[in-house]
């Protein structure tokens, strides 16, 4: 799916609709975009030293985005 | 010549002699002249002195008077003719004594050739006294025999006598009459009144006579003799032997053996028959007396009569004779015993009879009930004692007692149950019966008699009456039942009743005559009405309590919602863009439009499940719910809710439960109270909750929800139902009351157990499909 120059837009979201939308509407626009149900999904699948546009839900199972965001920040 | 007058003197002496041994005296009659010559005895005879010189008119006036117009006509007859006479007539001395004189005499004439009668006259006093009381005697006895025929024929006996010597058999008339022959038709022999004898008593009879005249007993026997007719007849024959009554110094060898046998026989069959009819009558009166229970006993002058089976009654001994007034009184039960004795002094004083039922106690101490009748028998005014009659009538007595209880008992379950029952014919307008509850109910006096039909049918309100009248018509027409399940009755204060009567025709093939029962159900209405009015209210207080529930959950409920919508606004933003690709890219395009139809239909389905619970008024019918389906429904709901508040939602769902007759909404209601409830429990904390379902071996669901959050209230889990209960700041106290009232109108179970490693469950039951009730 990677290709050189197109940044990639991340999307967590535990809505499948939700999700499935805003990952279709980034697609639209020509930019590439990867989703997950749970932050903790997106951590154990990305390196934070990725840089990369997070679209991030705030009200989240197991860790809400603000949590998430706190982390985020403490890895750097 | 002196030789000669002496030999005549001598003569003459020896016939004087004679004449006074047989008193008769010698007479001559000189016809012409009159003179008469008498000898001595004649003078004696006819009471003159010898000084007399005797004339024919002197005799004629000593003749007595009624003879002697008699004895003028023979002396005039005899002067005239000269024929001898010979007469019997009275003479009367001078003293009054008559005599009875026998003269006889002889025509003759004298030496100058007139006529002179020569005769005897004999005084015959004697032999005529003995004669006439010969006469007397013969007349006496015959009139003697004739009196003993009379009473032989009244008496139906008669005599036989058998003279041993001559073989002769001698027979009274009534002897034959008995043997049915006419009196003295022929003459007996022993062999034809052998024949006569029944064959079967022949033996008997001849052997045992023998035996007892040889033992020097009177033979008494009784047997039966075939008259010549046929007729069998039994007759009682005592038989004796007759002795000769030849002087005892008569060297005469028979003076030493009976000579005659002699006997009486009288005709017993009458008696007999009448003997056997008297006690074959006795047989039945006390047979019936035994049948029936009852003695008979009679009081008078002669004495005090109990019949056996009075004795039995009393548990008495009849060789004990009949008891005493005062011995009577201490077998009458003490609590009957004085109003007896009363009884018994006015019967005795004012003779009085009486007719009552007392209670008597056996020697053995057993209690009898009995009906004494007595009546006293007066005779021309006067009383001459009392009869009576005692029946045991302990059976009946304690039927009738029991029949009294059971239909006082049925009084009482009808007035508390308040219903009538009824016997009446509709085609007659003949009322049988009417217990005193129909009366009451139609707002009648129970004891204000009779009523007739029509009155009945007054009380009825105007507007029902036609309906009543027409469902009781249709059946008497079709010969069925009818019901009436609900009329109005006017009661006299103006109030209405609400009646239900119904109706079936008895056995008794009667057209129009029914049995039936009427009852008040104007309580019953009454509840009814407030059964609807309290399930009204419910209802509102459902709907309250899901609006409540809704208001908790708006937050919730409203992302629930907004997020599908922004999903599709968001795939619409992609949409538009996919559109404006040159060329448009339409596959994305296509796919971008499906899930906005998918997001679109699923924030409509939370408004759609929404809705329902908001809706006032009665939930709407029942139906065959998959309780699994709205479990899942629940959670979606709640989801937001449980997320809200850290609480992770569970299912544990058994495959195979039975689906459930339920109204939908009340069963989300009842998921969503106890669901909310346990995400409440859990609000500070955080938890699990679980939600359960499974069926029971008797095919019920049971759903459970368990949370892991600050339990029940100590021995408070029943109360936690109540009212108006609540441990909530904001909580109305209604959300588990309502879902114990909608559980248990499914026939179900909620309750409350606490966990044992932390918070509490709530479970509740609901009947599987096929019992479940509608």
Not at chain 2, 494 to 507: A, C, E, H, K, N
Not at chain 2, 601 to 630: C, H
């Given at each position: 799916m ?10 967590i979201?535990?809505d ?18 990867e ?5 903790l ?7 934070p030293s990725?840089p ?5 839900d705030?009200?989240?199972?197991q860790?809400s985005?603000l949590?998430f965001?706190r982390?985020?920040?403490e890895i750097? | ?9 001598r003569q ?6 004679a004449?006074?041994l047989?008193?008769?005296g010698i007479?001559?009659w ?7 010559v ?11 002195t010898?000084?007399?010189n005797p004339?024919?008119?002197?005799f ?7 003879d ?8 005039d ?5 000269g024929?001898?006479?010979d007469?019997?007539h ?6 009054g ?7 006889v005499?002889?025509a003759?004439?004298d030496?100058?050739g007139n006529?002179?009668y ?15 009381e010969?006469q007397?005697?013969?007349r006496?006895?015959?009139?003697s025999n004739?009196r003993?025929e ?6 139906h ?9 001559t073989?002769?058999?001698?027979w ?9 022959l ?10 034809m ?9 022949r033996?008997?009879l001849?052997?045992?006579v023998?035996v ?5 007993v009177?033979p008494?026997a009784?047997?039966?003799?075939v008259?010549?007719?046929g007729d069998?007849r039994?007759?009682?024959a005592?038989?004796?032997r ?5 002087p ?12 005659k ?7 017993v069959?009458?008696l ?14 006390s047979e ?11 009081f008078n002058a002669s004495g ?8 039995k009654?009393?548990?008495?001994d009849?060789?004990d004779g009949?008891?005493?007034v ?7 039960h ?5 109003s007896?004795?009363e009884t018994?002094?006015?019967m005795?004083?004012?003779h ?8 008597i106690?056996?020697p ?6 009995v009906r ?8 021309q005014g006067?009383?001459?004692?009392f ?17 009294r209880?059971?239909?006082?008992y ?13 016997v009446t014919n ?5 009322v049988l019966?009417?217990?005193d509850?129909?009366y ?21 309100h105007?507007?029902?009456a ?5 469902t ?8 069925t039942?009818?019901?009436?399940p ?11 009743r ?5 109706g079936?025709?008895?056995?008794s093939?009667e057209?129009?005559?029914?049995i039936?029962i ?5 309580e019953?209405?009454?509840a009814?009405e407030?059964?609807e009015r309290?399930?009204q209210?419910?209802a509102d207080?459902?709907h309250?309590n ?8 708006a ?5 629930e919602i ?6 599709s ?5 992609a949409?538009l ?6 060329p ?6 296509r ?12 924030a409509?389905?939370?408004?759609n ?9 009665t ?15 629940m959670?979606?709901?709640l989801?937001?809710?449980?997320d ?9 769902l058994e495959a195979?439960?039975?689906k ?7 069963l989300q209601?009842?998921?969503m109270?106890?669901m ?6 859990m ?7 679980t ?5 029971t071996?008797?095919?019920h669901?049971?759903v459970?929800?368990?949370?892991t959050?600050?339990?029940l209230?100590?021995?408070r ?6 009212a108006?209960?609540?441990?909530k700041?904001?909580g109305t106290?209604m959300?588990l ?8 109108s499914?026939?179900g ?5 606490v966990?044992e490693?932390?918070g509490?469950?709530?479970?509740f039951?609901?009947p599987g499909?096929?019992e479940a009730?509608?």
């Amino acid at each position: 799916m990677k290709s050189a120059g197109v940044p990639t837009v991340f999307i967590i979201d535990d809505d499948r609709g939700m999700r499935q939308a805003v990952q279709d509407l980034v697609e639209s626009v020509g930019l590439r975009a990867e989703s997950f149900a749970t932050a903790l999904e997106f951590l154990s699948r990305q390196t934070p030293s990725e840089p990369s546009c997070l679209v991030l839900d705030v009200r989240l199972p197991q860790m809400s985005g603000l949590d998430f965001q706190r982390r985020l920040t403490e890895i750097g | 010549l002196k030789i000669q007058q002496a030999e005549l003197q001598r003569q003459w002496q020896y016939l004087a002699e004679a004449q006074r041994l047989c008193q008769s005296g010698i007479f001559g009659w000189k016809v012409s002249n009159g003179e008469l010559v008498w000898s001595d005895e004649t003078y004696k005879i006819l009471g003159f002195t010898r000084e007399t010189n005797p004339r024919i008119d002197q005799f004629f006036d000593r003749i007595h008077p009624e003879d002697r117009e008699r004895l003028r006509e023979l002396r005039d007859r005899s002067a005239q003719n000269g024929t001898d006479f010979d007469v019997e007539h009275r003479i009367l001395l001078p003293d009054g004594v008559i005599r009875y004189v026998h003269v006889v005499a002889h025509a003759g004439t004298d030496h100058s050739g007139n006529r002179e009668y020569v005769g005897i006259v004999s005084d015959i006093t004697e032999r005529k006294r003995a004669e006439d009381e010969r006469q007397a005697l013969s007349r006496d006895l015959k009139e003697s025999n004739a009196r003993l025929e009379e009473a032989q024929r009244v008496a139906h006996v008669g005599y036989w006598e058998w003279d041993l010597k001559t073989g002769d058999v001698i027979w009274s008339d009534e002897t034959y009459r008995i043997f049915g022959l006419n009196p003295q038709e022929r003459r007996m022999h022993l062999s034809m009144i052998r024949e006569m004898v029944h064959p079967e008593d022949r033996e008997a009879l001849y052997s045992g006579v023998d035996v007892e005249l040889d033992a020097g007993v009177q033979p008494v026997a009784e047997f039966r003799i075939v008259t010549p007719n046929g007729d069998v007849r039994t007759v009682h024959a005592i038989t004796s032997r007759l002795w000769s009554t030849m002087p005892a110094d008569s060297k005469d060898w028979e003076s030493e053996r009976p000579y005659k046998l002699f006997g009486t026989v009288q005709d017993v069959s009458e008696l007999k028959r009448a003997t056997e009819a008297l006690q074959q009558n006795q047989f039945y009166i006390s047979e019936g007396q035994r049948l029936a229970h009852m003695g008979s006993w009679a009081f008078n002058a002669s004495g005090h009569y109990w019949s056996e089976e009075l004795y039995k009654i009393y548990g008495l001994d009849p060789q004990d004779g009949a008891p005493t007034v005062e011995q009577y009184l201490t077998l009458i039960h003490p609590k009957d015993r004085a109003s007896m004795a009363e009884t018994i002094r006015r019967m005795q004083e004012e003779h009085c009879g009486f007719d009552q039922i007392e209670r008597i106690v056996r020697p053995d101490g057993q209690l009898r009930y009995v009906r004494a009748v007595a009546v006293p028998v007066m005779e021309q005014g006067t009383c001459k004692g009392f009869i009576g009659t005692t029946m045991d009538v302990t059976e009946q007595e304690l039927l009738t007692q029991e029949l009294r209880r059971e239909r006082a008992y049925l009084a009482e379950a009808q007035s508390l149950t308040h219903i009538g029952s009824w016997v009446t014919n509709f085609a007659t307008g003949q009322v049988l019966h009417l217990s005193d509850e129909v009366y009451r109910l139609h707002g009648f006096e129970p004891n204000q008699g009779q009523i007739t039909l029509e009155r009945f049918w007054d009380t009825v309100h105007p507007d029902d009456a036609p309906v009543v009248k027409a469902t009781v018509k249709n059946a008497i027409d079709t010969r069925t039942d009818y019901d009436v399940p609900e009329y109005r009755v006017r009661l006299p204060d103006g109030s209405i009743r609400f009646l239900r009567t119904s109706g079936r025709p008895t056995g008794s093939g009667e057209i129009g005559e029914y049995i039936g029962i009427t009852m008040d159900v104007t309580e019953r209405k009454r509840a009814e009405e407030e059964r609807e009015r309290l399930r009204q209210l419910e209802a509102d207080l459902a709907h309250i309590n899901r609006v409540n529930m809704m208001g908790e959950l708006a937050a919730a409920l409203a992302h629930e919602i907004k997020q599908p919508i922004a999903a599709s606004i968001t795939s619409a933003n992609a949409l538009l863009r996919w559109l404006a690709h040159n060329p448009p890219d339409l596959e994305r395009a296509r796919t971008a439009a499906a899930r906005i139809e998918q997001d679109a239909n699923r924030a409509a389905d939370v408004i759609n499940s929404l809705r329902s619970f908001y809706r006032t008024g009665t939930p709407a019918e029942r139906q065959l719910v998959d309780v699994k389906e709205i479990i899942g429904e629940m959670t979606v709901l709640l989801r937001i809710e449980a997320d809200r508040h850290s609480v992770t939602i569970h299912r544990a769902l058994e495959a195979d439960v039975p689906k459930v007759l339920a109204n939908r909404v009340q069963l989300q209601q009842v998921l969503m109270n106890l669901m909310l409830n346990a995400i409440e429990a859990m609000k500070e904390t955080g938890g699990y909750l679980t939600i359960g379902s499974r069926a029971t071996p008797e095919g019920h669901l049971v759903v459970s929800i368990s949370d892991t959050g600050v339990g029940l209230p100590a021995g408070r889990s029943e109360q936690i139902f109540d009212a108006f209960h609540t441990t909530k700041p904001q909580g109305t106290g209604m959300g588990l009351t309502i879902t114990r009232s909608i559980v248990e109108s499914y026939g179900g179970r909620v309750w409350a157990t606490v966990n044992e490693g932390a918070g509490a469950s709530f479970h509740f039951t609901l009947p599987g499909e096929s019992e479940a009730r509608i």
